[in-house]
């Protein structure tokens, strides 16, 4: 097992721009502010726990690559709680301020094993881009581990089809992330295999779950499309640079992804997989209600009211109606992109309908209410010990900036009864900038 750096290489990214059609002035702004550096530039967060990250290099022995005869990659990062005294770093992540960290830090000796969280990115996006919420939940005695999803992460030289028509392929890399993370030498011993969450933004919330139980119905897929052809379920994202002609040829050509289609009604769910958190889920019309109706886990799903990319009413009001232990949270005036971390300055020159929210919402004061309300919300759920089993609570009014996020998946036990049983569809124009979302 080869342990590298995942960060994306400024070469990588002016690669990923090329494939863009647009004018030479724009591509070279947006490869400077894609850029990604770790630098120290202000205090660090004041907080009892320093987070530690670390990069590897796992490998799906059991899928192929789309670009090759290797093994299938599944590059992680992994952040958690680092020994005291591990001295953190501002890191920088293209248009986002990504948080805090002391990589390659030495993990904070514990008593007692750690809850797990697999954090899954949204379509395009990347491990980085999920580092508000990674780093939050490490600085409260999380590990977490968020995969980039091979041929739809920015984090690889190239983007491949397959990987953003054969979405059901990421529910096996969490199961098969999660197989390496608990035989892992590093972080095996210090994971308590009965606290395992998984949590996703947009198609990774699709992705999330999918692991407790969803299940794809592609001729359902086909049928809704049929009907609405301008849904966003329904259409390839702007970063991705192949045409619907080009979908249509690898499903009727491919003999590789002929049978990958051929095991999309399966299920995928994982019974390691405890509690489920969907932000902004997409792909709702093709999940079964049956499927849903069969889901056994908590979940927990919150969207914005104004969500133009995840239309609420098509994807988390329909998916939360259909599964017993679902909760919503339908936020007042919050759009797609209010769920990200607060942009740098590079960010907002060039990435503004990425990093601007509407008026009538200040990211910052969210942060404040959600920090009042942390004890509220967690109380009555940390009463409900019962057991061996685990429950989620999430912080409600938690969106996009990171310390918002300290109490957003919170475990604690549930009844026997309910425990024991076993892209990002977007159409942002800012495509340049995409890649770390």
Request: charged share 20%; net charge neutral.
């Given at each position: 097992?080869?342990?590298?750096?995942?960060?994306?290489?400024?070469?990588?990214?002016?690669?990923?721009?090329?494939?863009?059609?647009?004018?030479?002035?724009?591509?070279?702004?947006?490869?400077?502010?894609?850029?990604?550096?770790?630098?120290?530039?202000?205090?660090?967060?004041?907080?009892?726990?320093?987070?530690?990250?670390?990069?590897?290099?796992?490998?799906?022995?059991?899928?192929?690559?789309?670009?090759?005869?290797?093994?299938?990659?599944?590059?992680?990062?992994?952040?958690?709680?680092?020994?005291?005294?591990?001295?953190?770093?501002?890191?920088?992540?293209?248009?986002?301020?990504?948080?805090?960290?002391?990589?390659?830090?030495?993990?904070?000796?514990?008593?007692?094993?750690?809850?797990?969280?697999?954090?899954?990115?949204?379509?395009?996006?990347?491990?980085?881009?999920?580092?508000?919420?990674?780093?939050?939940?490490?600085?409260?005695?999380?590990?977490?581990?968020?995969?980039?999803?091979?041929?739809?992460?920015?984090?690889?030289?190239?983007?491949?089809?397959?990987?953003?028509?054969?979405?059901?392929?990421?529910?096996?890399?969490?199961?098969?992330?999660?197989?390496?993370?608990?035989?892992?030498?590093?972080?095996?011993?210090?994971?308590?295999?009965?606290?395992?969450?998984?949590?996703?933004?947009?198609?990774?919330?699709?992705?999330?779950?999918?692991?407790?139980?969803?299940?794809?119905?592609?001729?359902?897929?086909?049928?809704?499309?049929?009907?609405?052809?301008?849904?966003?379920?329904?259409?390839?994202?702007?970063?991705?640079?192949?045409?619907?002609?080009?979908?249509?040829?690898?499903?009727?050509?491919?003999?590789?992804?002929?049978?990958?289609?051929?095991?999309?009604?399966?299920?995928?769910?994982?019974?390691?997989?405890?509690?489920?958190?969907?932000?902004?889920?997409?792909?709702?019309?093709?999940?079964?209600?049956?499927?849903?109706?069969?889901?056994?886990?908590?979940?927990?799903?919150?969207?914005?009211?104004?969500?133009?990319?995840?239309?609420?009413?098509?994807?988390?009001?329909?998916?939360?109606?259909?599964?017993?232990?679902?909760?919503?949270?339908?936020?007042?005036?919050?759009?797609?992109?209010?769920?990200?971390?607060?942009?740098?300055?590079?960010?907002?020159?060039?990435?503004?309908?990425?990093?601007?929210?509407?008026?009538?919402?200040?990211?910052?004061?969210?942060?404040?209410?959600?920090?009042?309300?942390?004890?509220?919300?967690?109380?009555?759920?940390?009463?409900?010990?019962?057991?061996?089993?685990?429950?989620?609570?999430i912080l409600q009014e938690v969106i996009g900036e990171i310390r918002a996020w300290v109490a957003s998946l919170a475990f604690t036990n549930m009844t026997s009864s309910q425990g024991s049983t076993s892209g990002s569809r977007t159409h942002s124009r800012?495509?340049?900038?995409?890649?770390?979302?």
């Amino acid at each position: 097992m080869l342990r590298a750096s995942l960060t994306v290489t400024v070469r990588a990214q002016i690669i990923l721009l090329d494939r863009f059609n647009t004018m030479l002035r724009t591509r070279a702004i947006v490869a400077a502010a894609l850029s990604v550096f770790t630098v120290a530039c202000a205090e660090p967060p004041k907080r009892v726990n320093p987070v530690g990250l670390s990069f590897v290099a796992y490998e799906d022995t059991a899928r192929r690559s789309w670009t090759g005869p290797q093994d299938r990659p599944l590059a992680t990062a992994v952040w958690y709680p680092a020994a005291p005294g591990s001295r953190e770093s501002e890191w920088r992540v293209g248009i986002f301020n990504a948080g805090w960290n002391a990589q390659h830090a030495a993990l904070s000796a514990a008593t007692s094993k750690r809850a797990l969280i697999v954090l899954s990115h949204g379509t395009g996006g990347g491990a980085a881009g999920m580092a508000w919420l990674a780093e939050t939940l490490a600085s409260n005695g999380y590990i977490v581990a968020a995969v980039n999803h091979h041929g739809n992460t920015a984090a690889e030289p190239s983007y491949q089809l397959q990987g953003f028509i054969l979405v059901w392929e990421r529910a096996r890399d969490i199961s098969v992330l999660i197989d390496k993370l608990l035989a892992d030498p590093q972080f095996g011993a210090h994971i308590d295999p009965s606290r395992i969450g998984v949590a996703g933004f947009s198609l990774g919330g699709y992705t999330a779950l999918a692991t407790v139980g969803a299940r794809f119905a592609h001729q359902q897929w086909k049928s809704f499309c049929a009907g609405q052809p301008a849904e966003p379920s329904c259409n390839l994202p702007p970063e991705a640079s192949f045409s619907m002609a080009d979908v249509q040829r690898l499903l009727d050509h491919d003999d590789r992804v002929k049978e990958a289609v051929s095991h999309s009604h399966e299920s995928f769910r994982d019974a390691r997989v405890r509690a489920a958190f969907a932000i902004a889920p997409v792909l709702g019309p093709v999940m079964t209600k049956a499927s849903l109706a069969e889901v056994e886990v908590p979940v927990r799903i919150i969207v914005g009211s104004k969500d133009d990319q995840a239309f609420p009413d098509v994807n988390a009001r329909p998916i939360a109606s259909a599964i017993p232990n679902a909760e919503i949270e339908i936020i007042p005036n919050v759009t797609h992109y209010t769920f990200l971390a607060r942009c740098n300055l590079w960010g907002k020159v060039v990435a503004r309908s990425l990093c601007a929210d509407p008026d009538e919402i200040d990211r910052e004061e969210v942060h404040r209410r959600g920090q009042r309300r942390r004890s509220q919300i967690l109380q009555p759920h940390t009463a409900k010990i019962t057991g061996g089993n685990i429950a989620v609570a999430i912080l409600q009014e938690v969106i996009g900036e990171i310390r918002a996020w300290v109490a957003s998946l919170a475990f604690t036990n549930m009844t026997s009864s309910q425990g024991s049983t076993s892209g990002s569809r977007t159409h942002s124009r800012d495509t340049e900038a995409r890649g770390l979302l």
